[in-house]
């Protein structure tokens, strides 16, 4: 039993370490507080953005801890790969540049046979994408739904007054 | 294989039948607050039985049928489509459902797989009935094929709005958890 | 002490009602689950955005959450007026629009006689607001502190990537 | 009254001394993720005695001092300044301490009212210390002169990253507690 957790352990840590470099560029980690005893121990993020000291995730800027923790889901999700992915405004709290990051790597995963359903109000994310889906309300709170396909006309449109 | 379409009827903020098309790839879906994406996620998982009502912010199943049409049940059809290089779809899972479907039967080729999910308000209370290409099912049997996919309660394919903070917020204790039940 | 209870509740509701209005152009209001037994009650904030239906909070989407319980934060801040605010990115979860509507709010209490100090990433936020201190980091994960006094610039500069 | 002045010195990602300027009105404050943003907003609830250790994301007092200075203290000072319109600032309300003051100290004729906290590594632990208007105080005489201005642990006034999610998901029992202790 504690040979099964150290292997999924092992395999998360992994890919965690992986997709941090891509997505934060800097190192991170996976950490528990009792190695010897991992049922009994607690488990943390350890990273280290580049040019800082390494930290735990409890320490970080709200945009780091999203950011780690995207990573850290980004790495269960490959242990038990879906034919598709649906996440919704998991962007919340990053800045353009780290938007930017992310939606490369979503760019990436989609190409390699994974369906990318992504809900995002940021400019960077949507204009990665290969196309838009439009939700709009008619009036008494009915959901209207248009598909844009044309991602300059998205840009321009209702969507262009955001900054990082 | 990948969603290609979602059929979504009388379902929370969608009242009447709005059929929504998807691609391979990478897609967002944009819109103002309160007009209705995250009820498009909440589709997916009310129709593949991936979560409890509370998860979808209804206090019971019935919160679920739009509130201002007057029809008393609500319907949510997933279609998913296979890739070419993809061996056929799990419908062989259907056992002798497909052994008893004739050659002509384009389902027996395997190359889609349609999962429907319908509540209706009865004088007896909520009733909930789920169709796996078009033969009534149990929820069972669709967690059996969507399994073998890793798409499960319990998989993280999902990520609804506000996860990310759980993940932020969550003790050390929780996140070992999560392995334990990886593993 | 129910008296009391009781005293504060109306005044809060009051206080509610008005900033909801004004934010989310819409009705809303405080309510107890057991208004005969206060002390022992739980409250939600109740609310009906235009054209929708009365909802309790736990119903509505994650931007509607957001600006509901601003209203309700804002109507506790009545109760106690301090000299300045300060607000770590509370506009997360809204949309352009719904920003804006934030932002004239802020602009108008901070015309009488209240400081305002509002960490953002948003633009119709820092557009609203009379200037941006800038905040960035030096290698080695030094902080360096820059006033930016023109909003075009702001807003031209590494600010002009995002939508609502 | 109004913060005119924040000095920010070896406090968290600030290595160094850093003197930020402020004005009346609506000023806002923008970045990068991880720049120092809400650090700013930190030495706030660090110099006015607002908060504990953990809601500046610090497991002891002494991680609140800058990691890359060699250097084994950190100390904020916060100048406020009084409007036109207002009564004096509540320097009165230091008693004793103000009956002391010279005629010619500006202070008595309460134009600004400041604050300094310090923290320092000694071998006996850490030491933490109070100053208003650069004599030594207690954090109940802060507390006290604050208070005042409805400035104090449990107002409403710092809004901190991530709070607006916890309102959100505050059950129905904690928000009405909030208007206990408003009562
Ligand atoms: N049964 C129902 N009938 C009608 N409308 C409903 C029903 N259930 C939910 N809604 C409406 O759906 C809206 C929420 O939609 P949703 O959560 O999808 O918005 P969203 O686009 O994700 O917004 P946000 O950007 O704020 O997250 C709510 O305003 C709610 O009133
Ligand atoms: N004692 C310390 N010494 C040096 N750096 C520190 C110290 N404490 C915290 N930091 C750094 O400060 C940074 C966090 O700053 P802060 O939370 O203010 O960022 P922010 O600008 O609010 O970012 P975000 O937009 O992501 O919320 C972290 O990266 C952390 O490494
Ligand atoms: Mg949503
Ligand atoms: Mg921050």
Redo the contacts with the bound molecule.
Sequence with gaps: KKASFRKAFDEIDGHFRTIFETLADGDGHLTLSNPEDPLNSGMTLMARPRGKKMQRIEAMSGGEKSLTSLAFVFALQRTMPAPFYAL??VDMNLDGINVEKLANMVVQESQKASQFLV?S?RKPMIERSQRTIG?TQKPG?K?HVTGIRIRAEVVNHHLADEID | MHICEIVIDNF??F?GKTVIPFEKGFTTIS??????????I?SILFCLGLSTSRTM??EKLT??????SQRKSCEVTITFQRDEHEAALPVGFLGDRVEGASDSDPLTEGTTLQVTRKIKVTSSGPQSQYLMNGRSSTLTEIHDVLGRYHVSPGSFNVMM?GDVQGFVNMSPMERRKIIDEIA
């Design positions: 919704d405004e809900v109000l939700v709170g959901t | 929370k903020s009242s819109g103002p607050n309160g007009s209705g994406k995250s009820n498009i909440d912010r209804a919160d679920l049928i739009n509130h201002h709005q």
